[in-house]
């Protein structure tokens, strides 16, 4: 009787195995949808890669943009997604040809429903023909959840049904935005690991009317219209040192505790960049990866760039590790500085330099000569989205930058 027992156990614990195969993602393109507000999908498109030895990576694409993912967990039926600098994450369980699960940014108590499909490679579906083309600027107003109004500047490019482009703002662009004129709506999304942003807007031949969405947390609606000539006002207009005061100020630690200011001898005697700026800010990033290139490319010895980090990181120690995981993944040399932990709130960041008249946009640049002088406070950064605006910021940095060099 025992061995018959035994028999069945072993019969069906065998058949349970069977029943429980663990299969992988299939390589290959896929669409995900995260569920925003108001019952609207925001989609990305992305692509699973497998290697020999069976690990996996995964391409993320927005327009031009492709996001390298080489942090992917698989346990069982399981997967985690980390994209490269930042802390939000992918977690869902799969089949061969689906995923369902959410995006995760622990620090801020944020969760957006996700799911994937395997297959579908378009971003967008497509219902209805168009004779629109919404190619060129739109000068653009947005509403905030408060009331309070900020401008921006459309630009794009458009290919049948298809579109590329993004929204330059005082504080930063949009980044990589695609998507499709869809009849007369236009529909663009961008996904990156930090910020997901769908544009949902009723469209003419000279109008726009439609609404931000921000991941499931924040709706702003805006308008536009065509015109060829807008521009935004310069950004090193937007941030100045208030009267009163006639240097840039500070003690902040560095990642070993040691508390690093302007006063020390590393920077004496020398042309001073002081980047405002946060690990989990995509623009951020954009400006950090070109610091750091124009730093490899022009080695000089009386250059400083000192970047000062504004957490939200609920702990010192993981506003010290999200920092480490951002420069680590550039490569950047020059050093960071945690000015805040537990809140990005810009009025609280102002307080931590309260010669400035504020902290209008992450990041801000402090351009400060050689004798400690302030020349020059650039807000925000419009980075390689925004085309043919940041080839000409590229160009004015270097000239800048070296004529502040030149002087003695």
């Known amino acids: 009787m025992k061995n018959s027992l035994l028999f069945i156990f072993i019969i069906g614990f065998f058949f349970a195995c069977q029943d429980r195969k663990v299969t992988s993602p299939a390589e290959g393109m896929w669409r995900a949808e995260l569920e925003v507000m108001e019952g609207h999908k925001l989609p990305f498109n992305f692509k699973m890669i497998r290697s020999e030895a069976g690990s996996y990576s995964m391409e993320i694409f927005n327009a031009e943009e492709v996001i390298n993912v080489d942090e992917i967990q698989i346990k069982d039926d399981s997967i985690t997604i980390k994209t490269p600098v930042f802390e939000g994450y992918l977690s869902a369980t799969f089949t061969e040809n689906s995923m369902s699960g959410k995006f995760i940014k622990e620090s801020l108590d944020r969760i957006v429903p996700f799911t994937a499909t395997f297959d579908t490679s378009d ?10 083309d919404i190619s060129g600027v739109w000068e653009s107003v947005f509403i905030k959840e408060n009331g309070d109004e900020y401008i921006a500047k459309g630009i794009f490019k458009q290919d049948g049904d298809q579109v590329t482009g993004t929204f330059e703002t005082t504080t930063g662009d949009y980044r990589y935005l695609e998507g ?12 990156d690991g930090a910020h997901a942003f769908l544009f949902a807007a009723k469209v003419s031949d000279s109008t726009m009317s439609g609404a931000f969405y921000s991941g499931n947390h924040s709706k702003e609606p805006f308008t536009a219209h065509r015109n060829e000539t807008y521009m935004l006002p310069s950004a090193d207009s937007l941030t100045f040192i208030k009267e009163g005061y006639d ?13 690093v200011s302007l006063t020390d001898e590393r920077f004496k005697d020398k042309v001073v960049l002081v980047q405002i700026m946060g690990s989990w800010c995509p623009n951020c990033l954009d400006e950090t990866i070109f610091y750091t290139k124009y730093l490899n490319e022009n080695p000089k010895s009386d250059l400083e760039i000192l ?3 504004f957490e939200y990181a609920k702990t010192e120690e993981k506003a010290f590790s999200s920092i480490k995981r951002l420069t680590d993944r550039i490569g950047v040399k020059y050093p960071f500085l945690l000015a805040q932990y537990g809140s990005s709130d810009k009025e609280e960041a102002q307080e931590k330099l309260p010669m400035l008249n504020h902290v209008l946009s992450y990041p801000t640049t402090i351009y400060i000569d050689k004798k400690g002088d302030v020349r020059k406070i650039h807000t925000g950064f419009n980075g390689p989205a925004t085309g043919e605006k940041y080839e000409v910021f590229q160009k004015e940095f270097d000239s800048f930058v070296t004529g502040l060099l030149n002087e003695n």
Do not use: T, W, Y
């Open 123 to 132: 971003r967008f579906d497509v219902h209805n023909e168009s004779s629109l």
């Open 307 to 309: 970047a000062l980090a």
């Open 180 to 191: 499709v004129v869809d009849g007369d709506s236009l529909k663009i999304s961008a996904f």
């Open 247 to 259: 240097k840039l100020a500070f003690s902040f630690p560095d990642a070993n505790g040691k508390m």
